[in-house]
C-alpha cells in the first residue's frame, strides 16, 4: 500500500508523540520545579529503567517491512541518529504536510540530534573485570542504545551489544576476548548507566520536552483549522480531517493527533540547571 505524505506525517507524528508521552510524563518523573533551572528525579529505580528502555526505542531505527507507511530509510546514514526516529521528524520539518510552519519542530529535532551525535567523553573508566582503565570516547547516542538495551535484555540476549563493545575497546587500543566482555558487562552499567545516563537523564527529558512541545504549536494552527462544533450532544465536536487522508490508519491517527492537540501540554514547563550540561 501506498500512503500519501500527509498520511505518513499523521502517523509518524502520532508514533513520536506517543513515545515521548510514554517516556516523560508524572507517573515517571516527580513533577519539577519551574520557578528556576532544575532537574528530573525519577519516581523510583524502576521509572528510571522504563525510561532508559524507551529511549533505546525511539533511538532505534524501525524495521521498513514493519512500517509501510514510513519515510525511506537514510541507508547509508550520514549521522548516527540517521537511524532513529529523529530521522523521520526532521524528513518531515522539510516537507511538511500539516502545517505551514515547522522551524520550531526542526530546531528541536536538530538539537536533541547534534547533541546525541556528539562525543561523549568518560575518562578514567575503571572496569575490574578486565584490569583495565582508559578513557573512553564514545557517541552519546551508542552509549544510550547500550544502556537501553542491557536494562532490557538479560546477558544471554546480548551478543550483538557486546561485539560492539569489543570493537569499540579495540579503537581504544584493548583487544579483549569476548567472553570476558560478558564478564565486565556489570562494570560498563556501573559507568554508563549509574553515572553517564543518571547524570544527562534530565538533558535528555528536557530535549523530548521541547520536541513535544514543538509538535503542539506546529499542529495548533491545523487544529483550530479542523475543529467543529457539532450538535448531536453538549460538547459534541468533529475534525475537517485533509481530504488526502483516505487510509483508515491515517484518518484515525490524524483523529488522535487533533485531540493530542486539544488535550493541551499536561507536563510542567521547565529547564534543566546548566551544572547538568558540563560533563560527559
Known amino acids: 500500500m501506498t500512503y500519501a505524505g500527509v498520511e505518513q506525517e499523521a502517523i509518524l507524528l502520532k508514533a513520536v508523540w506517543d513515545m515521548i508521552d510514554d517516556m516523560v510524563n508524572l507517573e515517571v518523573f516527580q513533577s519539577p520545579v519551574t520557578s528556576r533551572p532544575t532537574n528530573l528525579v525519577f519516581k523510583s529505580g524502576s521509572h528510571k529503567r ?4 524507551l529511549l533505546a526505542d525511539f533511538l532505534a531505527q524501525p524495521r521498513q517491512a514493519a512500517l509501510p507507511f514510513a519515510f525511506a530509510p537514510s541507508g547509508q546514514a550520514a549521522r548516527e541518529t540517521d537511524r532513529t526516529y529523529l530521522f ?3 524528513a518531515i520539518c522539510r516537507q511538511p504536510q500539516l502545517g505551514a510552519e515547522a522551524s520550531g519542530l526542526a530546531t528541536a529535532a536538530s538539537g536533541f540530534a547534534d547533541w546525541l551525535n556528539a562525543e561523549c567523553h568518560c575518562p578514567a573508566v575503571w572496569l575490574p573485570e578486565l584490569d583495565l582503565s582508559l578513557d ?3 557517541s ?7 544502556v537501553g538495551d542491557a536494562n532490557k535484555h538479560n546477558f544471554s540476549r546480548l551478543d550483538a551489544r557486546v561485539r560492539q563493545i569489543k570493537a569499540m575497546l579495540a579503537r581504544h587500543g584493548h583487544v579483549v576476548d569476548e567472553g570476558m566482555v560478558y564478564r565486565a558487562l556489570p562494570n560498563f552499567q556501573d559507568w554508563f548507566y549509574t553515572d553517564v545516563f543518571s547524570y544527562h537523564a534530565s538533558t535528555i527529558g528536557e530535549f523530548l520536552d ?3 512541545r514543538a509538535l503542539f504549536d506546529y499542529l495548533s494552527p491545523e487544529y483550530a483549522r479542523a475543529w467543529r462544533s457539532g450538535d448531536r450532544f453538549d460538547g459534541d465536536y468533529s475534525f475537517d480531517v485533509p481530504s488526502e487522508i ?5 484518518f484515525g491517527m490524524y483523529w ?7 488535550g493541551g501540554l499536561w507536563f510542567p514547563a521547565f529547564s534543566v540547571s546548566p551544572l547538568l550540561k558540563n560533563h560527559f
Do not use: G, H, T
Open 246 to 250: 483516505r487510509d483508515p490508519l491515517a
Open 210 to 212: 521541547q520536541i513535544r
Open 256 to 262: 488522535e493527533l487533533m485531540n493530542r492537540v486539544r
Open 88 to 90: 523521520y521528524l526532521e
Open 140 to 146: 552519546r547516542v551508542w552509549l544510550l542504545k547500550v
Open 136 to 138: 573512553l570516547r564514545v
Open 50 to 53: 522504563i525510561f532508559a528502555i
